[in-house]
C-alpha cells in the first residue's frame, strides 16, 4: 500500500509539532501550512525539518494562510492529502476578545474554506478532515461533566468562532458525505506550550524565581477550572478519530479538574518551594510558607503571586471537566500523562531553559525580559 499523505494547518503550534513527529512514526508523508512571518517561526518542528534540497522528503512545508482560500486549494490540489488536520487558529482566548474579526476570519471561515477547497477539487471520498474543536465551546457552565451531547453556550469571540467552525463541520459531513469529524478537545499543554497560556506562563515563571531570575508571577483569575492533560496523549486521539469506520464527534478529556491555584501551587512544589494563598478576588497573594530548594534566596512570608486584574476575561469560562467516556469505548483511548506527570515535564523543561540563561547572566550578558 503506498503510504499516506496528511495535510496539517497550524503546523508550527503545539499540536501541529506533536502531530507531525506521530505521523512521521506511522509512515505518513506530512505536509504542514507555516504563515510567513519575519522571524523564522518553525522551532518545535526544526527537529524534524530536512534541507528542502534533500531527496525523499516526507515532511514539507506550504507557506499559506487559512484567511485565503486560492492559497488553500492550491496546496490541497498539489498535495492530494488522504487526511487534512485543521489545527491553524487564532487560538487564544483573552486575545479573541481584542481581535474578534480576524479570530472569526481564520478559526471559523478558515474552517469553511478547507471543506469547501476539498469539495470543489471532488476530494470528498478521497479525504477526511478532522476539526480541532474545543470545550470552550460548553462556556457557561449547563452541566458537568462535559459530554458528545452536553449544550454549548460560548463566552468568547475565540468560542463563538470555534461554534461555526464545529456546525460547519457537521453540516458538510450531513450535506456532502464528507469524512468530517470534530475532535472536542480540553485543555492540553507540554512544554511546547505558548508562553502566554497560564500553565506555560507559570511554569516559566516557577523556573524563573527558584533561579532568583524573577521575583514575581501576576496572574488573572485563579479559581477557573480546567481538565488538563498532556497534548502528546491528544494528538494520537486525533489521528484515532480519523481512522474510525464511521465520522463522529468525540470527546477528549482526563476526568479531572483542577483550579489555576492548585496549579500554581504544584509547579512550585515542583522546585521545592511550598506556597499559601491569602486573600480573596484581586487581593488575593501567594506566599512563600516553606522551602527545601538550597538555591532559593527570598526568606518564607515572601509574596511570590500576585492577582492583576488586567488578566481577568469580560465573560469567563468557570469550569471545564470532560466525560471521555465515548472516546474510551470507541477509539480506545486513555490517556497515559496525569496532572502530577505533566506538572513535573513542564517545569524541568522550564528549569533546563533558564538554567541556560541564568548562566549567561552569571556570565555578565544581558538577558532579554520576557513578561506577559
Ligand atoms: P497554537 O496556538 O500553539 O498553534 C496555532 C497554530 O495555528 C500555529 O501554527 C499558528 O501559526 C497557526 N495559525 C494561526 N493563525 C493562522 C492562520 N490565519 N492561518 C494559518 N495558520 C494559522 O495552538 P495549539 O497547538 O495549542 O492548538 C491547536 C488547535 O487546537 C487550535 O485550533 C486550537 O484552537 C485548538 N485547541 C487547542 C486546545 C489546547 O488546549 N491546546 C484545546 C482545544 C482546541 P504561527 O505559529 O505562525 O502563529
Ligand atoms: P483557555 O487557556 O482560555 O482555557 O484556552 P488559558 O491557559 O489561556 O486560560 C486558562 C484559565 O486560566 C485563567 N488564567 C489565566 N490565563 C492566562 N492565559 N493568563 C493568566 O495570567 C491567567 N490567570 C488566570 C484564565 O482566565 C482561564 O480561565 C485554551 C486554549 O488553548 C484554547 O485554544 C483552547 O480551545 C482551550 O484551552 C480548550
Redesign the pocket.
Not at 494547518?9 to 501541529?16: L, R, S, V
Not at 499559506?64 to 484567511?67: A, E, M, R, V, Y
Given at each position: 500500500m503506498s503510504k499516506k499523505i496528511a495535510l496539517v494547518?497550524?503546523?508550527?503550534?503545539?499540536?501541529?509539532a506533536y502531530l507531525a513527529d506521530l505521523l512521521l512514526s506511522k509512515g505518513y508523508e506530512v505536509h504542514g501550512?507555516?504563515?510567513r512571518?519575519s522571524l523564522f517561526?518553525t522551532e518545535r518542528i526544526d527537529h524534524i525539518y530536512h534541507d528542502p534540497h534533500d531527496e525523499d522528503q516526507r515532511f514539507v512545508l506550504h507557506y499559506?494562510?487559512?484567511?485565503d482560500s486560492t492559497n488553500l486549494i492550491r496546496i490541497i490540489q498539489q498535495v492530494q492529502p488522504d487526511e487534512i488536520y485543521n489545527?491553524?487558529?487564532?487560538?487564544?482566548v483573552k486575545v479573541s476578545f481584542d481581535t474578534p474579526e480576524y479570530t472569526a476570519n481564520?478559526?471559523g471561515i478558515?474552517t469553511l474554506r478547507l471543506l469547501e477547497a476539498v469539495r470543489l477539487l471532488n476530494l470528498v471520498k478521497k479525504t477526511k478532515i478532522y476539526q480541532?474543536?474545543?470545550?470552550e465551546l460548553y462556556g457557561l457552565v449547563q452541566a458537568v461533566p462535559q459530554s458528545e451531547t452536553t449544550p454549548f453556550y460560548p463566552r468568547s469571540p475565540y468560542a463563538v468562532a470555534?461554534l461555526y467552525a464545529y456546525w460547519i463541520t457537521v453540516n458538510y459531513r450531513e450535506a456532502y458525505n464528507m469524512f468530517a469529524c470534530n475532535g472536542i478537545?480540553?485543555?492540553?499543554?507540554s512544554p511546547l506550550?505558548?508562553e502566554t497560556f497560564v500553565t506555560r506562563k507559570i511554569t516559566r515563571a516557577v523556573a524563573k524565581i527558584s533561579m532568583n531570575l524573577q521575583s514575581k508571577l501576576y496572574l488573572g483569575n485563579l479559581d477557573a477550572q480546567r481538565d488538563w492533560g498532556h497534548?502528546k496523549d491528544y494528538v494520537e486521539a486525533m489521528y484515532l478519530i480519523l481512522q474510525q469506520e464511521t465520522p463522529e464527534d468525540f470527546v477528549i478529556a482526563t476526568g479531572v479538574t483542577t483550579t489555576v491555584r492548585e496549579f500554581v501551587r504544584l509547579a512550585f512544589a515542583e522546585v521545592g518551594i511550598e506556597i499559601t494563598f491569602k486573600g480573596k478576588g484581586e487581593n488575593e497573594k501567594g506566599y512563600v510558607s516553606g522551602s527545601t530548594n538550597p538555591d532559593f534566596l527570598l526568606p518564607v512570608g515572601s509574596e511570590v503571586v500576585s492577582v492583576d486584574s488586567k488578566y481577568f476575561r469580560p465573560t469567563e469560562v468557570d469550569l471545564l471537566i470532560g466525560d471521555p467516556t465515548k472516546s474510551n469505548e470507541k477509539l480506545g483511548w486513555k490517556p497515559k500523562y496525569d496532572l502530577k506527570a505533566l506538572v513535573k515535564e513542564m517545569v524541568a523543561a522550564d528549569v533546563e531553559l533558564f538554567q541556560r540563561e541564568k548562566l549567561l547572566k552569571d556570565s555578565g550578558y544581558q538577558i532579554k525580559n520576557q513578561f506577559e
Open positions: 494547518t497550524g503546523i508550527t503550534g503545539q499540536d501541529g501550512i507555516k504563515r512571518s517561526n499559506g494562510d487559512l484567511s489545527l491553524g487558529a487564532m487560538s487564544h481564520a478559526d478558515g480541532a474543536s474545543t470545550s470555534k478537545l480540553f485543555n492540553h499543554e506550550r505558548g497534548a
